[in-house]
Nanobody
Framework: VQLQASGGGLVQAGGSLRLSCAAS????????VGWYRQAPGKQRELVAT???????NYSDSVKGRFTISRDNAENTVYLQMNNLKPEDTAVYYC?????????????WGRGTEVTVSS
């Protein structure tokens, strides 16, 4: 399953963007899809994750501003980002984990760049 992230761009502080992570096939019966980001000179960090059971987790830095959701029929996960701040500037990556027969698998998509100007 390949992941295609899109929706990044340049936005002013306070603005919004919606990222999409489209999978080329089924995400699996037991799965989690997450958004991570990596700013220049920093390590990749978790932004938000959502499981197929709709369990959701956010990093403290984006709580109340970002919303993760999924459309299982379209095998797509979204990240709605509101009230963007310059510190949100990063390359955003989607990550797919799934479990099958006791094994965990993981896949990364290419990133989409988000730049927030002050």
């Amino acid at each position: 399953v390949q992941l295609q992230a899109s929706g990044g761009g340049l936005v002013q502080a306070g603005g919004s963007l919606r990222l999409s992570c489209a999978a080329s096939g089924s995400l699996g019966a037991i799965n989690a899809v997450g958004w991570y980001r990596q700013a220049p000179g920093k390590q990749r960090e978790l932004v938000a994750t959502i499981t197929n059971g709709l369990g959701i987790n956010y990093s403290d830095s984006v709580k109340g501003r970002f919303t993760i959701s999924r459309d299982n029929a379209e095998n797509t996960v979204y990240l709605q980002m509101n009230n963007l701040k310059p510190e949100d500037t990063a390359v955003y990556y989607c990550n797919h984990r799934w479990w099958s027969e006791g094994y965990e698998y993981q896949n990364w998509g290419r990133g989409t760049e988000v730049t927030v100007s002050s």
